[in-house]
Nanobody, 125 residues
Framework: QVQLVESGGGLVQAGGSLRLSCAASSRSFSRFPMGWFRQTPEKDREFVAAITWNGDSKYYADSVKDRFTISIDSAKTTVYLQMNSLKPEDTAIYYC??????????????????WGQGTQVIVSS
């Protein structure tokens, strides 16, 4: 069974940093692209960042470029999202997803096949 588990969320002041982790339950996922999205009650789930399975290609939303960094561990089972210079508008539930059966633009949530349960990030001003 596919399982993705996010962690690392929390409360931080504006300008601070957090590192989110997304652990896959199996090395079977190690050859598939993964992405981070975020959602608030006011907005649909939006793309944040994505990475190919080998880490060679990374993609970022304009709103987080130069502040967030996506990476993958050497075992290819955990994806990280390092978030620096956080802003109150970064407050959201962050979800990671993996694209196994679908294909296409990694900035679109409908190409991901499985999602984690989400981790809450709150940035205070």
């Amino acid at each position: 069974q596919v399982q993705l588990v996010e962690s690392g969320g929390g409360l931080v002041q504006a300008g601070g940093s957090l590192r989110l982790s997304c652990a896959a339950s199996s090395r079977s996922f190690s050859r598939f692209p993964m992405g981070w999205f975020r959602q608030t009650p006011e907005k649909d789930r939006e793309f944040v960042a994505a990475i190919t399975w080998n880490g060679d290609s990374k993609y970022y939303a304009d709103s987080v470029k130069d502040r967030f960094t996506i990476s993958i561990d050497s075992a290819k089972t955990t994806v990280y999202l390092q978030m620096n210079s956080l802003k109150p508008e970064d407050t959201a539930i962050y979800y990671c997803g993996v694209q196994i059966y679908n294909s296409g633009n990694l900035e679109r949530q409908n190409v991901y096949d499985y999602w984690g349960q989400g981790t809450q990030v709150i940035v205070s001003s």
